[in-house]
């Protein structure tokens, strides 16, 4: 479900059949509105916020235990929760067009990571924590003013894929 100024849809369509709704997509919404009408989707699979201009993200999604998709695009965030640490059903996780510039030492508790994407942020340095995320496949920090990849990450043992395109990374190699 994508609810977008486009799309004439309103939330009291998601709330009459909360178990039903696995996917969430809200693109260009006050996120706020949102909030309240969250705890009840607890087959939630997949969220996805863009464009709300959201500076902070609010606590309350963590309480969306069946979560494995959680992406966060071009939101004036300055810091990542260290709540979403604590999100252990997370598989793939993206924070893309973010105001970031540093990921908490406990990511390395989310263990379920499959895919992690921290592309266009303002990221100078990468906590060696992202190590312990053994499950890891796709790891992607493009776009990022990072110059340098702690090798307790390149060594991850199912990793398959590191893009780091307009970083310094591979200036140095």
Not at 65 to 73: E, G, Q
């Amino acid at each position: 479900m994508i609810f977008s100024k486009n799309i004439h849809k309103t939330i009291e369509s998601v709330v009459d059949k909360p178990h039903s709704v696995k996917h969430l997509q809200i693109w260009h919404q006050n996120l706020e509105s949102w909030i309240g009408k969250l705890s009840p989707l607890v087959n939630l699979h997949l969220l996805d916020i863009r464009y709300t201009e959201t500076i902070e993200l609010p606590e309350k999604i963590s309480k969306l235990t069946n979560l494995k998709k959680l992406v966060i695009l071009n939101e004036p965030i300055k810091v990542f929760p260290e709540w979403i640490c604590n999100m252990n059903s997370l598989q793939e996780l993206t924070f893309r067009g973010t105001d970031i510039e540093e990921i908490p030492m406990s990511i390395g508790k989310l263990t379920n990571l499959k895919f992690l994407e921290l592309g266009n942020n303002k990221l100078e340095a990468l906590p060696i924590e992202i190590g312990k995320l053994s499950k890891l496949k796709e790891f992607r920090i493009p776009d990022n003013p990072i110059s340098y990849i702690p090798k307790e990450i390149i060594v991850l043992p199912r990793l398959k894929f590191i893009g780091t395109a307009g970083t310094n990374i591979n200036k140095k190699c």
